[in-house]
């Protein structure tokens, strides 16, 4: 049975992707960003483990929501995050990840872990790019600073660039 290790699971988010959404953040990041909103997932030994399955049907209780992948850094657990958003889609749940890796770091990435391949071919919607405290802009939608992008990964995929999400942003 494959297990994923969490920092938490937060429901009736309006804040971290499009629509309503559940929150599952990963545990563990490397990124060690100044101004983190996350700080307890940034331990690697912190956190619970969970069934993925059971975790699933957790989720997928929640309504009909999308679900968001954040941490922590989702990447670093890539198989894992892989697998949970293969039973999310599905269940018909949009995939949005956030990650403190720019999506150039991780199409890098892809040719030598494919777990990586399959966690970005999952989502729906990436916001890449590490918390950035000197570009914090509370104005901006679903993150925290100027240089994290909203990436369509649907159009990105099709045309092998990466092209902005155009969701209407308040």
Do not use: R, Y
């Given at each position: 049975m494959l297990k994923i290790k969490i920092a938490g699971i937060e429901r009736n988010s309006v804040v971290d992707g499009p629509g309503l959404r559940t929150v599952i953040f990963a545990q563990g990041c490397p990124h060690n960003c100044p101004g983190c909103?996350?700080?307890?997932?940034?331990?690697?030994?912190?956190?619970?483990w969970r069934e993925l399955?059971?975790?699933?049907?957790e989720v997928c209780r929640d309504g009909p929501g999308g679900i968001t992948f954040s941490g922590g850094e989702p990447f670093l657990q890539a198989r894992e995050f892989a697998a949970l958003a293969d039973i999310l889609k599905k269940n018909r749940r949009s995939i949005v990840v956030f990650s403190g890796y720019t999506y150039e770091e991780l199409t890098k990435k892809t040719g030598s872990d494919p777990a990586v391949a399959a966690l970005l071919d999952a989502g729906d919607i990436l916001i890449d790019g590490p918390y950035r405290q000197e570009q914090r802009d509370l104005s901006l939608a679903f993150r925290g600073s100027r240089n994290q992008r909203v990436i369509d990964m649907g159009k990105s995929r099709a045309s092998g660039e990466v092209i902005l999400s155009d969701l209407h942003f308040r």
């Open positions: 909103h996350n700080p307890g997932a940034i331990d690697p030994e912190g956190g619970q399955d059971e975790l699933a049907v």
